[in-house]
């Protein structure tokens, strides 16, 4: 089965660079079929795919987020990143990664606030 775990900073200031890893296990994110992803959850909000990131290191993105979004990855630590620039209020939320198709069990996610 395959684990992901996030972590990052949970709170950023208006106007940077959000960064998260997401840490894999179970599989290899060089070799998977999985596509791998960041997927984000405002409050009271449903949720919204960022972007993904096959196992050859293609990246494709959600349009509304292209400009400011980027994946990348660590193959040595079996990890993969988000970094969302510019970042405002509005992107306060309940950050995930996973794989698609989706693990069953999305764990907590991590919460970052966007605030100064």
């Known amino acids: 089965q395959v684990q992901l775990q996030e972590s990052g900073p949970g709170l950023v200031k208006p106007s940077q660079t959000l960064s998260l890893t997401c840490t894999v296990s179970g599989d290899s994110i060089t070799t998977s079929y999985y596509a791998w992803n960041w997927i984000r959850q405002p409050q009271g909000k449903g949720l919204e795919w960022m972007g993904s990131m096959t196992y050859d290191g293609s990246t494709y993105y959600s349009p509304s987020l292209k400009s400011r979004t980027s994946i990348s990855r660590d193959t040595s630590k079996n990890q993969f990143s988000l970094q969302l620039s510019s970042v405002t209020p509005e992107d306060t939320a309940v950050y995930y990664c996973?794989?698609?198709?989706?693990?069953?069990?999305w764990g907590q996610g991590t919460q970052v606030t966007v605030s100064s």
């Open positions: 996973n794989t698609y198709p989706p693990q069953p069990d």
